[in-house]
């Protein structure tokens, strides 16, 4: 009578350290890249539960560098691992754990700016929007430098359902700049709300994990970081284009100093400027006095309604831009003034 027995967990078998590979492939990070390795194994460990389970996922890591944030995601028990690494440094370490864990490691030598996610994983692990999440997971220790992009980039591709989240609402853990990580997760009335709560906010369930002490990294930086875990929505909160709402968004906190009706009047030409801005702060219930900080989604929400109907009125109106404008104006004025120099010459 064969006894049932329980697969045993994946583990990696012994390697180098991570200074050890650094100290190898005679590896440093590259400040024009912003690069920071995180060594603290307890980090790391920490970093990757704040994914949420792992087993028998299919997970993208970005930026994985030396590895030391890989190694516990394939401790996890994942299927199948994704290195999405831009930096030919550090494929040479990467392979070596590829070694390590046969049939679960793919590496790709690329940009993840530009990276198709949308070929990224096995189509069977498609879900509806609506259903639970799909067993696939990004996690990355992202350069400060491409961060705050990036997330742009995914947010987008959040609103409009591809990139990876053709998949499903497909779950992010990534690291940020502290001061980013806090505005992307501030609430309505606070010092950080920004254009990053909203744009976020409205897609996402965002929720900041834990924070790195800047001393944790190599070489450390001059700031801490914040791992901040994103989790899409079955509904968005605002249901317009993702475009249409980074602009309301944008314009808004162009003055974010200032009463938020400042914002709103950059949305129109100037010869119709202060009587639409009324209009679509009345039209949205919005109290001009509030300042951006003070808005909100559903203040965004109900702006991005009454905008959307006005661009549907005037079809125009959505390509205006108001530096643009400025610029002309600047333009006109300086050829007037070349005129007006010449003919006091003449």
Not at 37 to 63: I, M, P
Not at 161 to 175: A, D, K, W
Request: positive net charge; hydrophobic residues 40%; proline residues 7%.
């Amino acid at each position: 009578m064969a006894a049932s027995r329980q697969v045993a967990a994946f583990r990696l078998p012994p390697l180098p350290t991570i200074g050890e590979i650094i100290k190898l492939y005679k590896l440093r990070a590259l400040k024009q890249l912003s690069q920071n390795f995180l060594l603290d194994l307890r980090l790391t460990d920490k970093l990757v539960r704040s994914a949420g389970s792992l087993k028998d996922a299919h997970v993208c890591e970005v930026g994985p560098g030396p590895g030391s944030i890989t190694r516990p995601i394939l401790n996890a028990g994942v299927a199948e691992l994704l290195l999405v690494e831009k930096d030919p440094r550090f494929i040479p370490g990467l392979q070596m754990l590829s070694e390590a864990a046969p049939g679960k490691v793919r590496i790709v030598h690329g940009d993840i700016l530009t990276y198709k996610l949308e070929k990224a994983f096995p189509q069977h692990l498609k879900k509806e929007w609506e259903d639970d999440p799909p067993n696939i997971h990004i996690i990355g220790n992202l350069p400060f430098s491409v961060s705050t992009p990036l997330i742009i980039k995914w947010l987008e591709n959040v609103s409009d359902r591809n990139g990876p989240f053709s998949y499903g609402r497909t779950q992010m853990t990534l690291t940020f700049q502290k001061e980013v990580g806090e505005r992307l997760t501030a609430s309505t009335g606070s010092k950080q709300r920004s254009r990053l709560s909203i744009m976020s906010q409205y897609l996402c369930t965002v929720h900041k994990c834990f924070t790195i002490p800047g001393q944790a990294f190599v070489p450390k930086p001059e700031v801490d970081v914040t791992i901040v875990h994103f989790t899409p929505l079955v509904q968005p909160k605002i249901q317009q284009p993702f475009k249409l709402v980074e602009k309301v968004v944008q314009s808004v906190f162009q003055f974010r100093g200032k009463h938020c009706h400042h914002g709103i009047r950059i949305l129109f030409p100037e010869a119709e400027r202060l009587e639409k801005a009324e209009q679509m702060l009345m039209l949205a219930d919005v109290d001009p006095t509030l300042r951006p900080t003070q808005l909100s989604i559903f203040h965004f929400k109900n702006l991005c309604d009454v905008y959307r109907r006005m661009c549907d009125e005037d079809p125009k109106l959505f390509a205006y831009n108001y530096r643009e404008e400025l610029r002309a104006k600047k333009s006109r004025k300086n050829s007037n003034l070349e005129r007006t120099e010449d003919d006091r010459l003449l």
